[in-house]
């Protein structure tokens, strides 16, 4: 009978030593922002399901909302522009961004487009750059080949969203389109620029 007090105190008190790690990992897993990233990679995934069945117009309908949903599409644009930015007239942001977001849908929808046992693994835990956050992640092929996809978050309204995309983990998209998008405004206005990021998704687009 002491035997068995004996052990049974020894398993509760182990259950309670356990606890504290399984709810630190718990919460480590329920990072928003890590949330944001992996609701998204379900909606692509759900998505490139039926790529074939939907086409690029349909997955563009899919993927919109998610879309509009993690990035911060208005924040991402004016960065992108850089200090040129400041010199331009609402009316010329608002064309901006509505040109930047159709880009950003279009890119999903044109390279994502159907699926063959992919999957995308988010690293739950999350690096701080100041007030912002690193996400890093991972496309997993069929062939076990992972290409890296990581994303620098801030808070906007209260949630977490994308304002970079690193490809194959270090390559800046901001830096890359920051370099195009500022040249651009500069030798030809806000509605150069528009007309530029416009004609390269009607291209995408038509070319399914």
Known sequence: MRKAVYWGVWALMAFFLVQPASRGLAAEA????????EAFYMKLVETMKRGKELGI???YRQLAPAV???FDLPGMARLSV???WNMLTE???SAIVQAFTRMTVANYAKNFTSFDGER??????????NEDKIVESKLVGSDKSATPFNYRMRQVDGMWKIIDVFLNGYVSQLALRRADFSSTVASSGAAGLVKKINDLVDRQMAGG
């Open 30 to 37: 329920a990072d928003p922002a890590v949330h944001q990233i």
């Open 57 to 59: 117009d349909g997955r």
């Open 68 to 70: 509009e949903a993690v």
């Open 82 to 84: 850089g200090p040129a």
């Open 91 to 93: 009316m010329e942001h």
């Open 120 to 129: 995308f693994v988010t690293d739950p835990k999350v690096q701080m750059r």
